[in-house]
């Protein structure tokens, strides 16, 4: 169906992996691999061109397990924890919120398992989209958050 190698779908699909990879400990990941995975995960959104989705159908990717993905996270990089969170837009007099950083890394994960699904067995389009909306609505709001994050605890 989807199985055609296409330079976006690649990728897409390089930057995904590596982050999951990453996400799991492959290879000694450190917190450094972890900011690099994200920041291709910025760059391969930006370099990614709109597409209009192939279907207007909701996907039916199998559910992902994010406690297992966090609890891989958290055995990975024991020294994340919870974060403070402040909404940019919402002035100087608001309450900080606080999160967990392998829970957002997992949601974030199941998120991008789902675009690999796609490309797998939906249209190529409804990938693509699925990519690029999710960083704009869901997972790439809570990859900047950590980010800033894995930045005060000095990453690089």
């Known amino acids: ?18 982050y999951l990879d990453v996400l799991e400990g492959k290879d000694g990941a450190t917190l450094y691999d972890l ?5 291709g ?13 192939d279907t207007v159908a909701a996907s039916s990717a199998p559910t992902i397990d994010e406690a297992r993905i966090n609890g891989a996270a958290s055995k990975a990089f024991p020294d994340l924890d919870w974060y403070a969170l402040v909404d940019p837009q919402d002035g100087p007099d608001q309450k900080v919120g606080m999160s967990i950083a392998t829970s957002d890394l997992a949601e974030i ?27 704009q609505s ?17 990453a690089w």
């Open 1 to 18: 169906m989807a199985n055609f190698a296409s330079p976006v779908r690649e990728n897409i699909s390089v930057a995904i992996r590596r």
């Open 35 to 39: 900011a690099k995975a994200l920041d």
């Open 41 to 53: 995960l910025v760059v391969a959104y930006h370099q990614t061109p709109e597409v209009e989705p």
């Open 109 to 135: 994960a199941a998120d991008l398992s789902e675009v690999l699904w796609l490309f797998e067995n939906a249209g190529h389009n409804d990938a693509v989209w699925n990519f690029r909306f999710g960083y």
């Open 138 to 154: 869901h997972w790439g709001r809570h990859l900047h958050e950590v980010r800033t994050y894995l930045h005060g605890l000095a």
